[in-house]
């Protein structure tokens, strides 16, 4: 969002909250709730819809890194047991197919970290009955293959965000067209009944209304 998109959002957001904060004086009537409704699931789709903008891209790799940082740390850590495993039982073919450092994994590309990390979760599995002792459990296990799914879906996704930008953009404008509609056609309206009946409420709601630069 631009600066006037930005202050016309947080606009909407502080009708919401003046609304919602006196929800008992307004929810008897029928067409007051529709109205509100509709207002909600359009601060809701202007907030989904900015999450694909071009900046989110910047975002989505910032999560990608963290997501990196978790699985290598969970993975080194069953590379570590696996490989203490080995040394007590002196099994040296073990040992050479589980090694795994954290500078390993930061330096290869994202796309054969796959690779790398799967034997060791494999081997880990095979030898679960036997690592007890060393404290592993299958739920250190299950955690590293869920970070490493979740490391997998990530991959590509700043590219195609970015390419999602333009038409999200087009798509925020008819939105934000959607929603000033509605509040200074609609809300607007039916909220002079207040003015008269609740003073109170219905400055709330005007200061809720400025738009503030």
């Known amino acids: 969002m631009n600066k006037t998109k930005t202050n016309q959002f947080r606009m909407f957001l502080n009708t919401q909250v003046a609304l919602d904060a006196n929800t008992s004086l307004w929810n008897t009537v029928p067409i007051m709730l529709t109205t509100k409704n509709n ?9 989904d819809v900015n999450e694909k903008t071009v900046s989110n891209s910047k975002a989505v790799t910032a999560d990608k890194a963290a997501t990196l940082n978790n699985l290598i740390a969970k993975a080194v850590t069953l590379s570590g047991i696996l490989q203490a495993y080995a040394a007590v039982t002196g099994n040296v073919k073990l040992a050479g197919k589980v090694a795994l450092t954290k500078s390993d994994l930061t330096k290869i590309r994202e796309t054969d970290v796959e690779a790398r990390i799967t034997p060791v979760i494999e081997e880990t599995r095979k030898e679960l009955a036997n690592l007890a002792d060393y404290g592993l459990t299958e739920d250190m296990i299950v955690e590293t293959e869920t970070s490493l799914d979740d490391f997998k879906a990530l991959i590509g996704q700043p590219r195609t965000v970015r390419n999602q930008a333009f038409a999200a953009m087009t798509l925020m404008e008819e939105l934000f067209d959607a929603a000033n509609d509605l509040v200074k056609n609609q809300l607007d309206k039916l909220m002079i009944r207040f003015k008269f009946s609740n ?15």
Do not use: K, M, N, P
Request: charge should be negative; aromatic fraction near 16%.
């Open 199 to 213: 003073t109170e409420f219905y400055s709330e709601y005007e200061r809720a209304r400025t738009i503030v630069d």
């Open 39 to 47: 207002f909600d699931e359009l601060i809701q789709r202007i907030g």
